[in-house]
């Protein structure tokens, strides 16, 4: 009976040191010394007090307003845009997220597009069918076209500022070169009774006059050409940006439909 008990003690024993291991803080917890704040984040499990994770649908309503409202074209007070977008979003039912200001906002959606962006650069070298188009990755495509075409814009206006400032500095350049040879040549005809010496010298300045004509002829000409492609480029972003319009109520609809049909069952 005794070597019995003395295995019972033990065993007993065994238990409460097991026990005490598996109670002492940080004994099976993930050790988290060498992640990044970001990684913590993600790795750690969400309280009840605040979420941190941005869901399927908080990610699609974000896309949705977003598109209504274009914060990121606006051309001041862009910060003011993206609070207002924000706040559309916390007014819609099944927005799970507890609170969102602008900069979160701007900061998920810039996240959002450029993971779209290489999703998109990976997809053109993946072998097989066609990707399958949601609702997610139209409103990216649309709203990352809108981006580029808005980036293309803004290039195209420092050009068309740059190339007026080279106008300008021209013409006055232009001025001033026959303003000067204007006076050298009255300078000529007054101070030299020679009439040979008179006409070459006069020969010479229609010759810089003609030269000066063919550069001022070649500054319209470029000029005129920026113009036109500006405008060609302008037309062709329009017209991109109608047919996106309608693929994309094409899409809304088709959505919609089948939001409807599941709904009746």
Excluded at 70 to 90: I, Q
Aim: contains cysteine; hydrophobic residues 35%; aromatic residues 4%.
């Amino acid at each position: 009976m005794r070597p019995q008990s003395s295995k019972r003690v033990k065993s007993t024993a065994r238990r409460a040191t097991d026990q005490a291991h598996e109670d002492e803080p940080g004994s099976n917890d993930v050790v988290l010394v060498d992640l990044s704040p970001e990684e913590r984040t993600m790795r750690s499990p969400p309280t009840a007090n605040a979420k941190t994770w941005w869901s399927e649908d908080d990610d699609l309503l974000l896309l949705i307003q977003t598109n209504i409202e274009r914060p990121f074209l606006a051309l001041k007070n862009k910060m003011m845009a993206w609070n207002d977008t924000a706040a559309g979003c916390m007014r819609i039912d099944g927005f799970g997220r507890k609170s969102l200001n602008g900069k979160k906002a701007s900061q998920r959606f810039q996240l959002l597009l450029e993971n779209h962006r290489q999703f998109q650069a990976k997809s053109k070298f993946m072998s097989g069918g066609t990707q399958k188009e949601t609702e997610k990755t139209v409103l990216l495509d649309e709203l990352l076209a809108l981006m580029d075409d808005n980036k293309a814009v803004k290039e195209e206006q420092h050009v068309a500022e740059a190339a007026g400032k080279e106008k300008k500095a021209s013409a006055t350049a232009l001025i001033r070169d026959e303003a000067m040879q204007r006076a050298a040549k009255r300078k000529s005809v007054d101070g030299d009774d020679d009439g040979s010496s008179t006409s070459k010298k006069k020969t010479l300045v229609d010759l810089q006059n003609a030269e000066i004509r063919l550069e001022q002829q070649k500054l319209e000409y470029k000029s005129k050409k920026l113009e036109a492609d500006i405008q060609e480029q302008t037309e062709a972003r329009k017209e991109r940006a109608e047919m996106r319009e309608i693929e994309l109520k094409k899409h809304a609809d088709m959505m919609e439909l089948i939001r409807l049909s599941l709904s009746k069952h």
